[in-house]
Every structure is written in structure tokens, then in C-alpha cells.
């Protein structure tokens, strides 16, 4: 992608590589609207069963020195807490399917996941280096089944969020970017066999 299509009604089909759109796992339905910018996904419910999520991005300018940190809850997996390393808490209680989103300082930061209340010491992933980029919406997915032993992360970036200066010298006003509105289509059914051993795919559609 980008795949650019106009605003309207899509029908919805994910399948296993290279299968027939009958023999679709997953269908739903998504509306492209003037200036949407939001990320469908495919993804376990707490409970392990499949559906299909969508979420709207956060595309507003982020400020100087600072990225935007999107955390989104898609496994199958119990309330979570989104920690730092030396146990300050970014999120709490984040429960399939909700978001948690922060602005911070740009920079890496050690983070981990543990269930609600436990503490950094019962992380059911990490600590591990995540840089937070200036400009940036980093969106990370928490998707697979943590029973299963098939819990990960994967990230998604949605860049040129950077706020442009106080003062820009004649003539390079161009240097300011914009995103474009566009919606993702995110296959986050890692381990549980719906796209055989696909774990992740995407195809980004945008309103034209």
C-alpha cells in the first residue's frame, strides 16, 4: 500500500494467503470518510475468539520534542498495565480492545506489559527498548494469545506529526508536513491458525 480508494462503503474479506475471497476467516464492513485516518484489525478477543476492530488514529501534531505513544490491546489476554523498567506506570488498565495513547519526550524508553496491579516483576513481555520518535504516532499492538504462548508486540508508525517551528524563514514554509488521511488494515491473529503462519499483514487504504 497505500491503497487509495474514495470515500464509501467496503466490504471486508481476510483470508489465508493466496485463498479464494469465499473462503474468507474474517468479513466485515468499513466506511471511508472525507479525512479518516484509522487502522482496522484483525485480532483475539480476550477470550481467543476473532474479530475485527477499528480504531481512528491520532494524526494531530505532536510537539516539539516530543512523539506520540499508541498502545492498543488485540490479544487474547487479560487487563493490562503498560509499565516503564523501574515501575512507573504509561497505561493502566488497558482491556482488549481499548488504547492507551501518551505524548512523551522523544527518546527509548524500557517498557513492559504485566496484568493489571502486578507490577513490573510479573511482565508478561519485556522490559524492552521501544523509541518513542519525535513527529511520530508509534502505535504498538499487543496481539497473539499469552496462553498460548504466542503474545508479541507489532508496531505500527504514522510520521510527519512534527509542529513546525515558531519562526520559519521566507520561503520554506514547504518544510511543514501533513499526513494524509488513510486507513489500515492490520491481520494481527498471530499463532491461532486463521492465516496459516502469517502472523502480520497489512494493506493501508486511503481516502482519495
Known amino acids: 500500500g497505500p491503497l ?80 516503564l523498567a523501574d515501575g512507573t506506570e504509561v497505561f493502566t488498565g488497558v482491556a482488549n480492545p481499548a488504547e492507551g495513547i501518551v505524548e512523551l519526550p522523544a527518546g527509548t524508553y524500557s517498557v513492559a506489559i504485566a496484568p493489571t496491579g502486578a507490577g513490573v516483576d510479573a511482565a508478561v513481555f519485556g522490559p524492552a527498548d521501544l523509541a518513542v520518535v519525535e513527529g511520530t504516532n508509534r502505535i504498538v499492538y499487543a496481539i497473539g494469545d499469552l496462553a498460548g504462548e504466542t503474545f508479541g508486540l507489532v508496531i505500527q508508525d504514522i510520521g510527519g506529526l512534527q509542529t513546525a517551528p515558531d519562526a520559519v524563514p521566507s520561503g520554506s514554509g514547504d518544510l511543514a508536513t501533513e499526513a494524509s488521511p488513510w486507513l489500515l488494515v492490520v491481520a494481527a491473529v498471530a499463532g491461532v491458525g486463521l492465516v496459516g503462519a502469517a502472523k502480520f499483514g497489512v494493506a493501508q487504504l486511503t481516502e482519495r
Do not use: C, K, Q, W
Open 4 to 83: 487509495e480508494l474514495p470515500a464509501g462503503d467496503y466490504a471486508l474479506a481476510i483470508t489465508a494467503a493466496d485463498a479464494a475471497i469465499e473462503d474468507a476467516v474474517l468479513e466485515g464492513s468499513a466506511t471511508v470518510t472525507d479525512g479518516l485516518d484509522a487502522s482496522i484489525v484483525a485480532h483475539l478477543m480476550e477470550d481467543g475468539s476473532p474479530t475485527i476492530g477499528i480504531f481512528v488514529n491520532d494524526v494531530s501534531n505532536t510537539d516539539a520534542g516530543e512523539g506520540r505513544l499508541t498502545v492498543r490491546h488485540t490479544a487474547a489476554a487479560p487487563t493490562v498495565d503498560i509499565l
